[in-house]
C-alpha cells in the first residue's frame, strides 16, 4: 500500500499535477466566492476556466492532501504568490501556513497581493510575517488591495 494513501499518514505537501487542476479550481471558485462576497460572484465564476487551463499550468503549484482530498493549494509565478487557496470546509487547521512554509523554504523573498476587504486572509499573512508595502487598486475589479512581502530573516 502507498505510504501517500495510508489513513494514519498526517497531511503532506506535493507537487500538483495536471489532472488535479480542474478539481483545484473548483477549491479555487468554492473558496473565493466564500472569502470574497464583496466582488461579483460572476467575476470569480467567469475566470474559473482560466484558473485551469491558464494560471495553473503556467505556476509552480503545491498541494495539501489530507484525508486523500486535496485540502488547500499554492501557486506561484517566481517569487510572486500567485494564490493560496484552502478548502472553506477545512480553514483553521494549519493548511495554509503548510503550503506557506512550502513555498518559503527555498525562496528568500514571496511577494503577494491580498485584497484589503479580505480581513481574515490579510492578518493570516500578517501572522506568518508578511509585512504590509503599500495599498493599490486592482484592475479587475476595482477593489483596494495590499501588496505583502515576506523576506527571509
Known amino acids: 500500500m502507498d505510504d501517500r494513501s495510508s489513513p494514519n499518514r498526517g497531511p503532506f ?13 473548483r477549491l479555487w471558485l468554492e473558496a473565493s466566492l466564500a472569502a470574497h462576497a464583496f466582488v461579483d460572484a ?23 492532501m489530507a484525508d486523500g482530498e ?7 509565478a517566481g517569487d510572486y504568490l500567485a ?7 477545512r480553514q483553521g487547521h494549519g493548511y495554509g501556513a503548510m503550503l506557506l512554509d512550502r513555498v518559503k523554504s527555498d525562496r528568500n523573498t514571496v511577494t503577494l497581493h491580498v485584497f484589503a476587504r479580505n480581513e481574515r486572509a490579510a492578518a493570516f499573512y500578517r501572522k506568518q510575517n508578511f509585512e ?17 512581502v515576506w523576506r527571509r530573516a
Open 83 to 89: 494564490a493560496l487557496f484552502v478548502d472553506p470546509s
Open 42 to 64: 460572476a467575476y470569480w465564476t467567469a475566470n474559473k476556466r482560466a484558473m485551469e487551463e491558464q494560471y495553473l499550468p503556467a505556476s509552480e503549484v503545491h498541494v495539501c
Open 70 to 76: 486535496a485540502a488547500g493549494f499554492v501557486a506561484m
Open 13 to 25: 505537501i506535493e507537487k500538483a499535477s495536471s489532472d488535479q487542476f480542474p478539481q483545484l479550481a
Open 132 to 148: 504590509p508595502q503599500h495599498e493599490q487598486i486592482d484592475e479587475a475589479t476595482g477593489e483596494r488591495e495590499i501588496v505583502m
